[in-house]
């Protein structure tokens, strides 16, 4: 079995602040990782995801985020927030083991103020 | 760019009554899936269906629901007789194939439908 922790529920931060999101989980088999990002009154939108290869994964809208297999992490960053980036934003793992189901974290809601 | 659409955005039921949620996939994906969000809560797998058939379910998928690709373009969740804790709002979405890993593993999602039981 798999799941997802995501520590913060709420994230308040200011405009053009540096913001880290953290993602935590915990698997018997290796896993793929993604982030959704929920803009209100819309549907899940993939951010970035890890497959293989670097560690350092570059995704849309300036959002970066690292896998740490020793960590068992893959914390979401981004260096300078901006209004628009205000939404829920959701962690989530499959196995490599063909079951292709996502596992979904909690969500931490980002809230930038100005 | 492609997008998977969903139909209704909201659907208010009495409990018991019988529910169709529907989704149009991408057009050239393979794989379908269905997710559920209660309000407050994770958003929990239910299902995935490639080939006219179920590949997977999750232990909330009952005999109450079931899933259907009626023709080429639709995708459809059936609940028979809907209960209050039914309640919640509704994913679908689509992957382009079903190789484990492979480019097409991203699953791209509808805008969801909210379903109210009362």
């Known amino acids: 079995a798999q799941s997802v922790t995501q520590l913060d529920s709420q994230v308040p931060v200011f405009e053009e602040a540096p913001v880290e999101l953290r993602c935590n989980y915990s698997?018997?088999?290796?896993?793929?990782l993604f982030w959704y990002v929920q803009y209100p009154n819309q549907g899940l939108q993939l951010l970035l995801k890890?497959?293989?290869?670097?560690?350092l994964v570059k995704g849309i809208n300036g959002f970066e985020a690292e896998f740490n297999k020793s960590q068992t992490s893959f914390h979401l960053r981004k260096p300078s927030v901006h209004i628009s980036d205000t939404a829920e934003y959701f962690c989530?793992?499959?196995?490599?083991?063909?079951?292709?189901?996502?596992?979904f974290g909690s969500g931490t809601r980002l809230q930038v103020q100005p | 760019e492609p997008e998977v659409t969903q139909t209704p955005s909201h659907q208010v039921t009495q409990m018991g009554q019988e529910v169709i949620l529907r989704c149009v996939p991408i057009?050239?994906?393979?794989?379908f899936y269905w997710y559920r969000q209660i309000l407050g809560q994770k958003v929990e797998f239910l299902v995935s269906f490639y080939n006219n058939e179920i590949s997977e379910k999750s232990e909330i998928f009952d005999d109450q629901f079931s899933v259907e690709r009626p023709d080429g373009s639709n995708f459809t969740l059936k609940i028979r007789s809907t209960k209050l804790e039914d309640s919640a709002m509704y994913f679908c979405?689509?992957?382009?194939?079903?190789?484990?890993?492979?480019?097409?593993?991203?699953?791209?999602f509808g805008p969801g439908t909210r379903l109210l039981v009362l």
């Open positions: 989530a793992v499959s196995s490599f083991m063909g079951r292709r189901a996502l596992t």
């Open positions: 057009s050239n994906h393979l794989y």
């Open positions: 890890y497959l293989s290869g670097s560690t």
């Open positions: 698997s018997s088999v290796s896993v793929y």
């Open positions: 979405a689509s992957s382009a194939q079903g190789v484990v890993g492979g480019v097409g593993e991203t699953q791209y």
